[in-house]
């Protein structure tokens, strides 16, 4: 079963392109490193919760958007080589590409696929 490691984080929304841009510099290493799959997403529809909900998550501002990202990979193994090989050349990319949000309120984890259904 595939290994994927999620992401969400507040943008400001004035960083909308410099974000998309960084994302297309940064995702080819891991897919270069032995992922499969790499998808950023832009929140569109993140209602309020009544006890917690994405914006709370990640302490959203007014003028930021919470974006949810993914990376898949093949298994847990592939993830882990992957990520040991990728850390030197990411914090190369960071000084020269900083991540335009504040990383300290980003939310990540990896996780194992218990279901995994698709159409066709």
Not at 92 to 112: H, T
Request: glycine share 8%; net charge negative.
């Amino acid at each position: 079963m595939p290994y994927v490691d999620g992401f969400v984080a507040a943008v400001p929304n004035a960083n909308k392109e410099k974000y998309r841009e960084h994302a297309a510099a940064v995702l080819p290493s891991f897919l270069k490193h032995g992922a499969v799959r790499c998808v950023e997403c832009w929140g569109d529809d993140v209602p309020k919760g009544e006890v917690t909900d994405f914006r709370r998550s990640v302490q959203a501002k007014d003028d930021e958007t919470v974006i949810f990202a993914w990376i898949e990979w093949p298994d847990k193994a592939t993830r882990d080589r992957g990520m040991a090989a990728l850390m030197p050349e990411m914090e190369a990319m960071m000084r020269d590409n900083p991540m335009p949000f504040d990383g300290k309120r980003m939310i990540y984890g990896g996780f194992e696929s218990l279901l995994d259904e698709r159409q066709g």
